[in-house]
Structures are given as structure tokens and as C-alpha cells.
């Protein structure tokens, strides 16, 4: 009954923008932490960036100074502001929401993401 749906994903510049939305239907209780995770050919799929339902982010490496995560709680939306994009952001991204009771972890479909001039 739960699904999440992303959108925002396409193909941009170097140097460009995008923002990533992940938005949860269906009831859902007990968020501790929602992310998102990207995955190129070839790749191990690896964590962007993801936050807890107490607010405090974490970044990759890659993504701090450049990604913002975001929620909207009253809609279980997640989004991700990428920035200053670079051809490595290349991926397919996946939002996730994991809930603690009982312990599970929503995957939404992935958006593709090409950063190509």
C-alpha cells in the first residue's frame, strides 16, 4: 500500500541544477530516517545523502557543499537540491524511507540523472 514516487531527474549541464522529490502515498508511521542513494553502470549502489526524523543530515563526501536534503513531514516528501552538478553525479537516484516499527525500508523506482554538456 505504500509507494514512493520520484520525479525531478533529467539531463543537465555541468554546472547545473536539479531537485530530486520522493514523495510517499499511503499511510506511513515511525520515520527515523530518509535518504537518498545513487547507483551508476557498473557501481556499487552508494549513500548521497539522508536525514533523520530529528532533522540532522548526512552527507557523501561528494555531495557536502553541493546537495541539500530536505523534508516536507506532512506529506512524507523527501527532496534533494543538487547543485553545481558534475558528469561523476551521473546515476540512477533512489529515495529511501525507513521506518522503525515495524523495521522496514521503502525504495521508491530511481530517476535518472545525467550531468553531460
Known amino acids: 500500500q505504500v509507494q514512493l514516487v520520484e520525479s525531478g531527474g533529467g539531463l543537465v549541464e555541468p554546472g547545473g541544477s536539479l531537485r530530486l522529490s520522493c514523495a510517499a502515498s499511503?499511510?506511513?508511521?515511525?520515520?527515523?530516517?530518509m535518504g537518498w542513494y545513487r547507483q551508476a553502470p557498473g557501481k556499487q549502489r552508494e549513500l548521497v545523502a539522508d536525514?533523520?526524523?530529528?532533522?540532522?543530515?548526512n552527507y557523501a563526501d561528494s555531495a557536502k557543499g553541493r546537495f541539500t536534503i530536505s523534508t516536507e513531514n506532512a506529506k512524507n516528501t523527501v527532496y534533494l537540491q543538487m547543485n553545481s552538478l558534475k558528469p561523476e553525479d551521473t546515476a540512477v537516484y533512489y529515495c529511501?524511507?525507513?521506518?522503525?516499527?515495524?523495521?522496514?525500508?521503502?525504495w521508491g523506482q530511481g530517476t535518472q540523472v545525467t550531468v553531460s554538456s
Open positions: 529511501l524511507v525507513a521506518v522503525a516499527r515495524p523495521r522496514y525500508d521503502y
Open positions: 499511503g499511510s506511513i508511521f515511525s520515520i527515523y530516517v
Open positions: 536525514i533523520t526524523s530529528g532533522g540532522r543530515t
